[in-house]
């Protein structure tokens, strides 16, 4: 979630943050296989939802709850593999011609059964990128056909559901430049009996909040992983939580935390250029707080991100920030995206108007080719420490923007930075031949 937007130029991880403990250091100044490493993670989760896959019909519940477990199961999975092939892997029609990179038409290794026995686990070979793309929209479709097009309570945004499934689905489109396809998820996802909706003017700080034991989804939300005080406690551990790498120590005059990550002045300088609700969820502290009394500092001030508060005045600090996996703001700048890019300027602006509305902002969008760029940074101040700025810089081949403190300069589309290398054990394990490492590494 942090780390699309440290590896941009939404982030700047300072080394005069004591308190940041060097995390993402590294990852801020894109060093070599910095980069994304959740591959074993997400094949463990691929191996529980093909044993669900395989057991539900047999499973004796009723048709409907047969059905909704292998609709959240087909989402989640579609999911795991499209967020793996966006780390892992170039898009559709966006491979390199120059560079390491050049031809490179590598997905990831699809595995549709569960690994039983040891012939069942038996080394596969990545799959071409066309054919990653084409499960995961496979996936997609048989969640959308299996889940109810009921509209959502808070409960229900925290699990896999039609609309979000057809969010996602839409922006798996989208990654292949299918625009018109795309744009008819986006519409079913935009319906208004999924009961998601735009938040009104002054309320965007309202979208994270924070909370004593568990957030409540947002009205923005289709879909959201809800923390638990235990979960962050006991499981996850409070030092890996959102809150802590975002937020100074001792901002509350109570918490110790990681927080090392602030806001670059170049992100700082888009919001106040904005001037809209937006900005209001950045503000300015030390690197340390107060261990006594909240909300005081002696050190040097810094930019932050309020976006995970993860704690109320009355309980203390508790860790606790959901993760908002796909929001309808998101959608509709994603569908404004699509009809750009199908030259229907007029009503890609209108879209973005309408989200200008609901944030406050006053200004004109361009109705002609220049829209394109426009929402491009729209995302950005839209979605910033979302997680999304890496992977759509990276799908619209503009280079990777760093932040200037970071010395970095522009990551060109054909660097091999933009692919995260598979664990090298795995490589080994299965051998080179079937499971080509990425390029570079």
Known sequence: MVLGDVM?????????????????????????????????????????????????????????????????????????????????????????????GAGFNYGVVIRLK????????????????TDT?????????????????TGLTAS??????????????????????????????????????????????????????????????????????????????????????????????????KTSTFGGQTASDELVAALNAAGDDRKNEIFVFGSLGSTTVPFTYSSAPFNWCAKYPGWSTSAGNVFVDNVKVIRYADVLLMKAE????????????????QLHAARNNVKVVPTDATVVQYIRDERRLELFFEGQRFFDEKRWGTGITKALKTNVGTIAPDDVRLLAPIPTSEVNITGKTVLPQNPGY
């Open 338 to 353: 699509a009809l750009a890019a199908q030259t229907q300027y007029a009503a890609a602006a209108a879209l973005v108007t």
């Open 156 to 253: 229900g945004k925290y699990k896999m559901n039609k609309f979000a499934a057809e969010a996602l689905y839409g922006r798996a489109l989208l990654y292949e430049g299918k625009y018109p396809e795309a744009v008819i998820q986006f519409n079913l996802a935009l319906d208004p009996s999924s009961g998601v909706t735009l938040s009104g003017p002054g309320t965007y700080t309202s979208l994270f909040p924070g909370g004593s034991a568990q957030q409540s989804p947002t009205t923005e939300s289709y879909f959201e992983i809800g923390f638990t005080l235990l979960e962050m406690s006991s499981v996850t551990g409070v030092n890996s939580s959102l809150h802590s790498y975002t937020t100074p120590s001792y901002y509350d005059g």
């Open 133 to 149: 793309y084409a499960q995961i929209e496979s996936d997609f479709q048989a969640a959308i056909t299996n889940l109810p097009a």
């Open 8 to 100: 941009t130029d939404n982030i700047y991880t300072d080394p005069g943050v004591p308190a940041g403990g060097g995390r993402y250091t590294s990852n801020n100044k894109n060093t070599l296989t910095t980069g994304y490493g959740f591959w074993s993670i997400a094949y463990q989760g691929i191996l529980d939802l093909n044993t669900v896959l395989a057991n539900a019909d047999a499973s004796g519940g009723s048709p409907a709850a047969i059905a909704q477990l292998k609709g959240e199961a087909y989402g989640l999975r579609a999911l795991a593999y499209f967020d793996l092939a966006r780390a892992y892997s170039y898009e559709p029609g966006k491979i390199p011609t120059t560079g390491l």
């Open 114 to 129: 569960p690994t039983t026995d040891p012939s069942s686990g038996a080394p596969q070979p990545r799959a071409s990128v």
